[in-house]
């Protein structure tokens, strides 16, 4: 089984940083691709930022400039630092990863539970 362990949300006022982790545990042979989503109420989840595991990174237009996604292959773990936070930034924020099963067999495709970001202005 895969989890995905998320930390770092909060509130801050616009203009502030935060930064999210997420690591994933379990039995697992790889982690391929990770990212963040976000889905702020009565909207649709988004992609925010994604890294592969050779670090190729894909940001949304919305966070360009202002987040960066990083990885620690060794740790299997995820950040984003988040800056110039603006109001809109406001959502619950999920980690995603995919990667290969423990017994190479099949693939896993998992979420996070969610971190709340409240950005006020």
């Known amino acids: 089984q895969v989890q995905l362990v998320e930390s770092g949300g909060g509130s801050v006022q616009a203009g502030g940083s935060l930064r999210l982790s997420c690591a994933a545990s379990g039995r697992f042979f790889r982690v391929n691709a990770m990212g963040w989503y976000r889905q702020a109420p009565g909207k649709q989840r988004e992609l925010v930022a994604s890294i592969s595991s050779g670090r190729n990174t894909n940001y949304a237009d919305s966070v360009k400039g202002r987040f960066t996604i990083v990885r620690d292959n060794a740790k299997n773990t995820v950040y984003l630092q988040m800056n110039a936070l603006k109001p809109e930034d406001t959502a619950v924020y999920h980690c995603?990863?995919?990667?290969?099963?423990?017994?190479?067999?099949?693939?896993?495709?998992?979420w996070g539970q969610g971190t709340l970001v409240t950005v006020s202005s």
């Open positions: 995603h990863a995919v990667g290969v099963r423990v017994d190479q067999s099949r693939a896993f495709d998992v």
